[in-house]
């Protein structure tokens, strides 16, 4: 086990260098450069191109970027100036992954709870009311919630704050809940299809000529049976949530890492945006790695090796 | 026939609605079942079988339909008038069942030790730890090697064999008076399945329970069972004890399941069939059922269906050819030999 994550974290770095190779190499093919201020004269794009090592040849820009990689230091924003990436993120991000897992943990266990509620009344109103909240909650998106309920829950009845972060708990509530719709209607879709397959087993039948009770059925055999093919969504879904959402962030006032994700590639700032692909594709192989394990320690079919 | 049967089934009917109408698929079945015997169901696919085990077990699917008259006694109750937390407590407990699908019928996700205690929980209300004493102890009757090693394993590192002998532990954890065993070989080769049945028997004298044993091979019939019920279309058309099944066949359809189980004496390339198949419970025809695929039908076959004849007094065929109008008529070679061994068997000259 300990064998194989490590096995796994030296894959990873191999991985992360390649996510670093491809986006230096394909950044460069981006039309335009960073300092595209119509004020600056020749002689001043110059001295900045030559502060920022821009004038290097490529290859030297990119063995430059490696060894401060290695020894973390991840250069300096082009637009922030004289903030170092590290800082950047450093700050942002833990803003992003609270709200993300918030969002997570209320999503997931939202989606295990409906989704077997909905499998257990298949095809009668119940079943069918989750299923129109579910579509409802795939296709609205995230930032249209926020806004809805910024109206109904600030503006109409104001319960919750509506911005802001970091006061107190309650002006966390409404971004969670934007952003847990759709993750919430996806687990629902998915816990629904696995555990109304699971129910129709012969391990579901043959627990019922135990003379177990529908509930002890679905909380000894079948969440146990539904969660593993699950837990393969969950991943990339926690991945994507904890880096951020730009829209969410925006109409929330949250200094999270979402903006910078999205501000940093037409500003052509290279280093945030080497920066925050850098995080994204560490947490997410970070995910796949956590639901790898989960799911050898729910299924005992798998091993890994 | 014994006075006293443990279970009773009295005009059984089961329909289920569909899409297409309603499908009748168990229509009349009536029998005894007796203390510590093993009474077989035979017939071909979609002949009722299962669905009777299903009833017997309370496990229909929620389309299905059974009329106020079916009647299932058991221990002075109907257990047809039971509600859902009844028959949790009958199920597993006084009926429990054996599946077919070893490969299947296991959660893969459970350890197999916690599978058989899991009835002794929900019946006998005991503890985690004293279930999983006990069900060592049954995985040491239905022979598994090494037990203690085994008990926290999952079932994908098991056998199927040894599969199957822990879904018939999880069936007998609880001490069941009646015993349903749903072909409980079909899906094991031949030697795991002797195996299995010398070990059904040999618990089943153990622990004086009744079988019900539904299958489709009369091969297995043969070596299991007291007695013999055959079902075609949702209804029994002959039953007694397996002697007079086997040597004494009355029915047409049984003479078409004899015949067309291989006997030593068969010869390369004459395996018999039943020509057609069992018709539509959708509309089940008029008369005999059988009727449409038997070559021995009468007139009267397709207008008014047979009631049962007494051929002795634990044995009866629903057929119209043992009515005293009816014309003599010679069933195949294969069962004329089976007839012949019959009456030496009754101590009689053969004819």
Redesign the interface.
């Known amino acids: 086990m300990w064998k194989y994550i490590l096995k796994r974290l030296v894959l990873m770095v191999f991985t992360l260098f390649l996510v670093i190779t491809a986006t230096f190499f394909l950044m460069q093919i981006m039309p335009g450069t960073p300092f595209n201020n119509p004020k600056l004269t020749p002689q001043a794009l110059a001295q900045l191109k030559t502060t920022y090592g821009l004038d290097l040849p490529l290859w030297q820009q990119y063995l430059s970027y490696l060894v401060g990689a290695v020894h973390g230091d991840f250069g300096t924003s082009f637009q922030y100036q004289n903030q170092s990436v590290s800082m950047l993120i450093g700050q942002r991000l833990p803003v992003s992954a609270h709200l993300g897992a918030q969002a997570l943990v209320v999503g997931i266990i939202a989606g295990l709870i409906m989704g077997a509620v909905s499998a257990r009344n298949k095809n009668n109103k119940i079943d069918g009311t989750l299923g129109i909240l579910s579509t409802l909650g795939i296709s609205v998106p995230s930032f249209i919630l926020g806004i809805v309920f910024v109206y109904l829950f600030g503006f109409k009845w104001p319960i919750f704050p509506v911005s802001g972060w970091g006061d107190s708990f309650s002006q966390t509530i409404l971004p969670t809940l934007a952003l847990a719709a759709s993750p919430a209607a996806i687990t629902t879709r998915f816990v629904r299809s696995e555990m109304i397959e699971s129910l129709s087993s012969d391990y579901v039948q043959l627990a019922k000529a135990k003379g177990l009770s529908d509930k002890e059925i679905v909380n000894k055999h079948a969440y146990r049976n539904s969660m593993i093919p699950v837990l393969t969504l969950v991943g990339p879904m926690a991945a994507g949530l904890l880096t951020g959402s730009t829209l969410i962030e925006q109409i929330f006032s949250i200094p999270g890492i979402g903006q910078q994700f999205v501000t940093s590639i037409p500003s052509k700032d290279f280093p945030v945006i080497m920066g925050t692909t850098i995080v994204y594709a560490a947490m997410l192989m970070v995910m796949i790695l956590i639901t790898d394990i989960l799911t050898a320690i729910i299924d005992p079919r798998v091993r890994l090796q | 026939m014994m006075s006293n049967p443990i279970l009773k089934v009295e005009n059984l009917h089961v329909n289920f609605n569909t899409y297409a109408g309603t499908v009748q698929a168990i229509r009349d079945v009536s029998f005894d079942l007796n203390k510590g015997e093993t009474l077989a169901i035979v017939g071909e696919s979609g002949s009722g079988k299962s669905v009777t085990t299903k009833t017997l077990?309370g496990?229909n699917a929620k389309n299905a339909v059974i009329p106020e008259n079916s009647r299932l006694i058991f221990k002075d109750r109907n257990l047809l008038d039971l509600k859902?937390?009844e028959?949790?407590?009958?199920?597993?407990?006084e009926i429990?069942?054996i599946?077919q699908?070893p490969m299947?019928?296991?959660?893969?996700?459970?350890k197999i030790g916690m599978q058989i205690a899991?009835?002794l929980i929900?019946?006998r209300h005991i503890k985690k730890e004293a279930a999983l004493t006990r069900a060592l102890e049954l995985m040491k009757g239905v022979g598994i090697p090494n037990a203690e090693e085994h008990i926290n394993d999952?079932p994908?590192q098991w056998s199927g064999g040894m599969r199957q002998r822990a879904?018939v532990a999880?069936?007998l954890a609880?001490d069941p008076e009646i015993l349903i065993a749903d072909e409980p070989t079909t899906a094991l080769d031949v030697t795991i399945q002797a195996q299995i049945l010398t070990l059904m028997k040999k618990l089943q004298q153990e622990t004086e329970s009744s079988i019900i044993f539904i299958t489709h091979d009369l091969g297995v019939v043969a070596g299991m069972a007291d007695r013999v019920a055959v079902m075609y279309a949702g209804k029994i058309v002959e039953y007694g004890t397996v002697d007079e099944i086997f040597f004494n066949p009355q029915h047409p359809y049984t003479w078409g399941l004899l015949n067309s189980m291989p006997t030593t004496d068969t010869q390369v390339g004459t395996l018999e069939a039943i020509p057609g198949t069992p018709p539509d419970l959708l509309e089940p025809p008029k008369g005999d059922a059988f009727a449409a695929r038997n070559v021995y039908a009468l007139g009267i076959d397709s207008k008014q269906e047979p009631p049962f004849f007494k051929v002795s007094e634990t044995h009866f065929a629903a057929t119209w050819l043992l009515d005293e109008r009816a014309p003599k008529v010679i069933p195949p070679v294969q069962i004329q030999k089976r007839w012949a061994h019959w009456l030496e068997m009754q101590g009689q000259e053969a004819y």
């Open positions: 077990m496990l859902e937390e028959w949790q407590s009958v199920r597993g407990n429990a069942m599946f699908d299947t019928s296991l959660d893969p996700t459970m899991e009835p929900k019946h999952y994908h879904v999880i069936a609880a």
